[in-house]
C-alpha cells in the first residue's frame, strides 16, 4: 500500500502541484521503501555465541570456589548462619557484622550454587539452608518486610528502622529462585559427576597456592581419570572416596605445609569435601 500511495502522490503533485515535488520527495522516498525498511529491521539477528576456552573453563570455576569460600568462612553460628555485609583484609582484618535482606537471599543461593558446583552435599544444603530460614523466622519484621539492616549477632534492626522496596524485591526474588532449585534436589543421585568436578576445583586452587606442584597435578589428573569409572554403585563410591582420602592424606604428610599459609587451608578444604561426601553417603 506505501508504495502504491507514494508513486500517486508523485504523480499528482508532477501534474497539478510541481513545485511541492521537492518537498515532497524525502518523504515520498521513505514511504517507497517502507516495506523495505520494515522486511530489513524484522529479520532475525544473527546470535554471536562467544567460545569459552578449557582454560576459561578452570579459571571460571576457580574463581566461583573462591567466592564460595568467603560464604563458607563468614556465615557461622556467632552471626547466626547470616552472611556479614562486607569482609576487610586491610589496613586492619575487620568483619561487618550488620547483614540486609539483599544479602540474605543472596546467601541462600549462594548455597543452591554451591550445591549444583559440587562443592557442598544435598546434607549441607538442607543445615546451612534451614539454619538460615530458623533465624530470619526469629528476626523482627513489620508487616511481613524485613527491615533493612540488622546486627547479625544480636539480629536487633539497625536505627533508624526502615522497609526498602529494592531489598524486599530483591528477597522476593531470591525465595522463589531458592524454592524452585530445592524441588529439583530429590531428583539428584545422592552423588554425581558434579562432586568431583567440585573437588578438582578445590585442588586447582590449592595447586595455585602450593610451591610443590608436581604430586597434587598427579592427584588431581588421576581423581578426573578415574572417577567416572567408579561412580556405578554408593558402595563402589564411597570405597573410591576412602582411597583418594588416604591418598591425599599421605601427599599432604609428604608435602608439611605450614599452618594457616593459604596452601594448608585450601588443603584442608580438599580434605573437608571428601569428608562431607562419605557423610552424605552414610546419612542417606
Not at 554451591?114 to 530458623?134: C, E, H, K, V
Request: hydrophobic share 40%; net charge negative; proline share 5%.
Amino acid at each position: 500500500f506505501e508504495p502504491l500511495l507514494a508513486i500517486l502522490v508523485y504523480g499528482y503533485l508532477t501534474f497539478y502541484d510541481p513545485d511541492a515535488v521537492l518537498f515532497a520527495l524525502p518523504f515520498l522516498s521513505f514511504w517507497m521503501a517502507g516495506p523495505l525498511i520494515a522486511y530489513a529491521v524484522s529479520r532475525p539477528v544473527p546470535v554471536v555465541k562467544t567460545h569459552v576456552s578449557q582454560k576459561q573453563t578452570v579459571y571460571l570455576r576457580m574463581l566461583a570456589r573462591k567466592i564460595w569460600g568467603f560464604f563458607e568462612r563468614f556465615i557461622t553460628e556467632e552471626d547466626n548462619w547470616l552472611p556479614p555485609d562486607n569482609y576487610q583484609e586491610a589496613p586492619v582484618e575487620r568483619i561487618a557484622h550488620r547483614t540486609s535482606p539483599t544479602n540474605i537471599g543472596l546467601s541462600l543461593l549462594s548455597g543452591l550454587t554451591a550445591y549444583d558446583f559440587g562443592y557442598i552435599t544435598a546434607l549441607q544444603l538442607i543445615t546451612r539452608t534451614s539454619n538460615t530460614i530458623n533465624t530470619m523466622q526469629r528476626m523482627e519484621r513489620y508487616r511481613g518486610h524485613l527491615y533493612n539492616w540488622y546486627d547479625t549477632v544480636s539480629l536487633t534492626p539497625l536505627f533508624p528502622k526502615y522497609i526498602s522496596t529494592v531489598d524486599s524485591g530483591n528477597m522476593a526474588g531470591h525465595l522463589i529462585t531458592l524454592k524452585q532449585g530445592l524441588t529439583a534436589v530429590p531428583e539428584d543421585k545422592i552423588i554425581n559427576n558434579k562432586f568431583f568436578e567440585g573437588l578438582c576445583d578445590t585442588i586447582n586452587i590449592l595447586i595455585e597456592y602450593s610451591k610443590e606442584k608436581e604430586l597434587l597435578i598427579q592427584f588431581r589428573d588421576d581423581v578426573k581419570k578415574n572417577y567416572p569409572d567408579k561412580i556405578n554403585t554408593l558402595a563402589e563410591i564411597n570405597e573410591y572416596l576412602d582411597l583418594i582420602g588416604t591418598s591425599f592424606s599421605n601427599i599432604i604428610r609428604e608435602l608439611d605445609f605450614i599452618p594457616d599459609d593459604d596452601d594448608d587451608i585450601w588443603a584442608e578444604k580438599v580434605t573437608q569435601q571428601i569428608t562431607e561426601q562419605q557423610k552424605n553417603i552414610h546419612s542417606f
